[in-house]
């Protein structure tokens, strides 16, 4: 069963600073991954999807890349700003076609980001 | 993208009680999901709901307490039945196009609390 480990788990830093989320999975044959953001007690909000054939993806501050062989990605926010403070959730869908909807999620990392 | 309504965004339910929540989407989908969050931790697949027929559920739930509806492409139902304060989560209906991108959306989710 695919496993999905996030690191670290709370992360609390000043405004300006770059930063990185690290996602680790299990079993690398995935179609793609997925990291999203979630503001407390509200849904899941799509940040960046990276397709398997994919090393990163970019969307203005943030860029995720993908290690498909090594089941890792990890997301870097640069500059970060008090509005980034969330948590921010990975997600990788199996390369499978009868469950090739479901994701398998992280724990996620909790983020803070003060002015 | 698909645009995901979810309703009641919260609600306080006693004990014993159900609750239907309502998922609909601004588009025809292939894959629609139902997640549970509990407090504090990660999402965890409820169930596949399958168009115009039963839902597909994950180990550990079961029909008579999470009974399903997908009467079309664009809607479904959750209903938590005879509900008991561990059943205090957040809800999330998720849908998945399958295609090259196969990304996954999510709705705001319901924040349930049963006393």
């Known amino acids: 069963k695919q496993e999905v480990t996030q690191i670290p788990a709370a992360l609390s830093v000043p405004e300006g600073e770059n930063l990185v989320l690290n996602c680790s999975f299990t079993d690398s044959a995935i179609y793609n991954l997925q990291w999203f953001r979630q503001d407390p007690g509200k849904g899941l909000t799509s940040l960046l999807l990276?397709?398997?054939?994919?090393r990163e993806q970019t969307s203005g501050r943030l860029n995720a890349s993908l290690d498909k062989s090594s089941g890792r990605s990890t997301l870097y926010i640069a500059a970060s700003q008090p509005g980034d403070s969330a948590t921010y959730l990975c997600?990788?869908?199996?390369?499978?076609?009868?469950?090739?909807?479901?994701?398998?999620f992280g724990r996620g990392t909790q983020l803070t980001v003060w002015p | 993208s698909a645009v995901i309504s979810q309703k009641p965004s919260r609600d306080i339910c006693q004990r014993g009680t159900s609750l239907t929540i309502q998922c609909q989407v601004d588009s025809q989908v292939t894959m629609m999901f139902w997640y549970r969050q509990q407090p504090g931790q990660s999402l965890t697949l409820i169930a596949t709901?399958?168009?115009?027929?039963?839902?597909?559920?994950e180990s550990g739930f079961v029909i008579d307490k999470f009974p399903i509806s997908r009467p079309n492409l664009t809607f479904s139902t959750l209903t938590v039945s005879n509900m008991s304060p561990e059943d205090s989560s957040i809800y999330l209906c998720?849908?998945?196009?399958?295609?090259?991108?196969?990304?996954?959306?999510f709705g705001q989710g319901t924040r349930l609390t049963v006393v």
């Open positions: 709901a399958n168009q115009g027929s039963e839902a597909t559920y």
């Open positions: 998720s849908v998945v196009d399958l295609g090259f991108y196969t990304e996954a959306f």
């Open positions: 990276i397709q398997s054939s994919q």
């Open positions: 997600a990788v869908r199996q390369d499978r076609g009868s469950t090739l909807g479901r994701l398998y």
